[in-house]
Every structure is written in C-alpha cells, then in structure tokens.
C-alpha cells in the first residue's frame, strides 16, 4: 500500500521560504504516469494545487504561485519536496502531498496525512 | 484555468435521505471529474473518478453521472458516517482545479 508522509517545520516566519519534503514508502515514485504534487487548503477553505512533477523533470506550476514555487524529486531518496518563497500570511495552510494519476492534473488516489504550516513572526 | 462551481455549498439532511451536489464545469471536461470525501483534520479520500466510476471499497450508495460541464454525487441513502465536506476536481486539464465543496451536515 503506498504511502505518502510529509515532513517539514510548522512554523515560518513572513518573507521567509516555506520548505517540506514528501517521503513515498511502498512504492517507487519513479513509477510510470504519475506525477508528484501538492495541494494545499488554508484553515476553514477549500483545495487549491500548488504543482506537480513527473520524476523525470516535467513540472507543472499553478500560475498564481508559480514565481515563488519549486518543486523537486529525489529518485534516490523516494522523496519530492516543495519550495515556496516570499511567503505571507495568506500561505498559512495544511499542504498535502499527493500522487496524480496519469498526469500533472489528475485524479489523487494517494495523499499524505497533510502538515499544517503557519506563516507568522 | 477551468473553473469548477459546486452547488449547494451547505446541505442539512437526515439518515435515510437522497442527496445530490452538483459541480458545474466553465468549459467541457468531457467525463474527467472526480469526486472526494473529506472529514475534519483528514485528508480528502477519493470516492468516484472518471464521473461515475467508483473507486474500490467506497459504498455502493454513492453515484456520480454527468459528462460535459455538468455533473452530479448522488447518495443513495445518507449513512452517519457520510456528514462530511464534499469536493468536485476536473482533471481534463494539465491544470487541476476543485469546486468550493459541499458540506453535508445533520438536519
């Protein structure tokens, strides 16, 4: 049964980069037709993707994020990680990490327990 | 980006009861929509995909029909277990977007 946990601080201070780490146990995150992503969802609100890349480099950005955002896989390690930089109050959330089927917008069968990250001084 | 829009946003019904929630698509997404579960400080689980196809070991009360720009969950027959917010997500586009969800609560 694949498995997806995220990991990361809790806490960011404002203008800050925000930084967390995925690590897929029970199967290979070099499978094919899968990408990697995350989606997040600000207290009280509704799912909003972040990104998603395929591990062989193929991303995609959501473009109200995309000038502060990187996603990056590491084959070696099973993981994927998210950057996003410049952060404010507004990117307080829990970010999910995810497994899209097929493609860097498809359906998510798999998701991690989500990590709540605060954005304060 | 494809704009999904659920209705209704809040839903009061009873054990027993048939319920229905739309989401409505700004453009075709042909039947590439999946409908998700979510219960408080969970992550959303994956109840149908590809419209109306059920995911294994959801419930056979839950539906979903449509194709186009409009579709519809439908429950059967509302379980206790089942009072939870419920997202619409098209995945006809490389860009994934959800609906506001439908939160389902006891009347």
């Known amino acids: 049964q694949l498995q997806l946990q995220e990991s990361g601080p809790g806490l960011v201070k404002p203008s800050e980069t925000l930084s967390l780490s995925c690590t897929v146990s029970g199967g290979s995150i070099s499978s094919s037709s899968n990408y990697w992503g995350w989606i997040r969802q600000p207290p009280g609100k509704g799912l909003e993707s972040i990104g998603s890349?395929?591990?062989?480099?193929?991303?995609y950005y959501n473009p109200s994020l995309k000038s502060r955002v990187t996603i990056s896989v590491d084959t070696s390690k099973n993981q994927f990680s998210l950057k996003l930089s410049s952060v404010t109050a507004a990117d307080t959330a829990v970010y999910y990490c995810?497994?899209?089927?097929?493609?860097?917008?498809?359906?998510?069968?798999?998701w991690g327990q989500g990590t709540l990250v605060t954005v304060s001084s | 980006d494809i704009q999904m829009t659920q209705s209704p946003s809040t839903l009061s019904a009873s054990v027993g009861d048939r319920v229905t929630i739309t989401c409505r698509a700004s453009q075709s997404i042909s039947s590439w929509l999946a409908w998700y579960q979510q219960k408080p400080g969970k992550a959303p689980k994956l109840l149908m995909y590809?419209?109306?196809s059920l995911e294994s070991g959801v419930p056979s009360r839950f539906s979903g029909s449509g194709s186009g720009t409009e579709f519809t969950l439908t429950i059967s027959s509302l379980q206790p277990d089942d009072f939870a917010t419920f997202y619409c997500q098209q995945y006809h586009s490389y860009s994934p977007t959800f609906g506001q969800g439908t939160k389902v609560e006891i009347k």
């Open positions: 995810a497994r899209h089927e097929g493609s860097s917008g498809g359906m998510v069968q798999y």
């Open positions: 590809k419209a109306s």
């Open positions: 890349m395929y591990y062989s480099g193929s991303t």
